[in-house]
């Protein structure tokens, strides 16, 4: 049994005359052989690895570990997230570098993270991580954090 599936989208001449032929591509659009490659990765995702369980597991144990942090540390605020990606809220105003500034210093100390909206640190690891490779971030950033200078 082959599935075909189709994708559209629809707007006005406003905002279709924007994008030109070839200035627009998508990994899993346009076509059944490409429509049948997503479906198979989403199986791969659910079903197979496993993934999503996962990054439920992982990304709680992430959250745990940065509240604990967060009790230790004035530095952060707060934690939120759902799954493997999450934000670390940094205890200054959004105008301040110290998100920027915290960042640089995971990135010499072995992990990149992006700052966003001026105090807040996204962390966003790939699905396919391991609760030993989650722990080693989490040791660089409790480490980072604590010998962090504003």
Known sequence: MVLIRFQAVLADDEIMKVIKPGQHGSTFGGNPVAAAVGIAALEVVRNDEKL??????????????????????????SVRGRGLLNAVLINDTPESSTAWDLCVALKDNGLLAKPTHGNIIRFAPPLVMTEQQLMECVSIIRRTVIDFKN
């Open 52 to 77: 999503a369980q996962n990054a439920r597991k992982l990304g709680k144990l992430f959250r745990d570990e940065m509240t604990k942090l967060a009790g230790e540390c004035s530095l952060i605020k």
